[in-house]
């Protein structure tokens, strides 16, 4: 069973830093990875998908990357601004569609 | 880009009462839909996983009497609380997938208080 897991739990950091977001599983037999965004109360907002045969993928001051055979991803934040101030939730797809999601990393920016 | 739109965005009902809540693909057609329950402070459980004009599949431990999954169309889901008591009172979220190349997108959730 896929077991997905994201380090740290949270984060606090001030405005302007460079920091790093860490999502590790256990089966690397995925179709794709995902990460995404929450705000409290709402829906998941999609930020970058990176397929299986991809290395990284970067969107703004975003960047993920991703080393399959060892299962692990990261989601790198440039110039961090307070609102970045989420959680950050990463999944994978495996066959059928499905995703497995961690637990998530809550971020906060402080001005 | 894509819309996912869920209906209602909260609501708050006695025990005992049914509750619907609406999923659409407002600019897409999706083959997939998925029904996702998350706790406070957790994350997301996938509870089933519907594909248009078909049965839902439901995941291990999530009773499929108590969560109704209609898929009568390619941009609209539905979830049917039954009988709703207390310990169903949760976030439920949505989301829709054109197909599995593509990215899955998330409704904003449907915030459900049982008294």
């Known amino acids: 069973k896929q077991e997905v897991t994201q380090i740290p739990a949270a984060l606090s950091v001030p405005e302007g830093e460079n920091l790093v977001l860490n999502c590790s599983f256990t089966?690397?037999?995925?179709?794709?990875l995902q990460w995404f965004r929450q705000d409290p109360g709402k829906g998941l907002t999609s930020l970058l998908l990176i397929q299986s045969s991809q290395r990284e993928q970067t969107s703004g001051r975003l960047n993920a990357s991703l080393d399959k055979s060892s299962g692990r991803s990261t989601l790198y934040i440039a110039a961090s601004q307070p609102g970045d101030s989420a959680t950050y939730l990463c999944a994978v797809r495996e066959s059928g569609s499905r995703l497995t999601f961690g637990e998530g990393t809550q971020l906060t920016v402080n001005p | 880009g894509a819309v996912v739109s869920q209906h209602p965005s909260r609501v708050i009902c006695k025990s005992g009462t049914s509750v619907k809540i609406e999923c659409r693909s407002l600019d897409f057609q999706a083959t997939t839909m998925f029904w996702y329950r998350q706790f406070p402070k957790q994350s997301l459980m996938l509870m089933a996983t519907?594909?248009?004009?078909?049965?839902?599949?439901?995941e291990q431990g999530v009773e499929k009497d108590k969560f109704l999954i209609n898929h009568a169309s390619l941009t609209l889901s539905t979830l049917t609380v039954t009988s709703a008591h207390p310990e169903d009172s949760s976030f439920y979220i949505c989301?829709?997938?054109?197909?599995?190349?593509?990215?899955?997108?998330f409704g904003d959730g449907t915030r459900l208080s049982i008294l």
């Open positions: 989301s829709a997938s054109r197909d599995n190349d593509q990215p899955q997108h």
């Open positions: 089966d690397s037999a995925i179709y794709n």
């Open positions: 519907s594909n248009e004009g078909s049965k839902a599949t439901y």
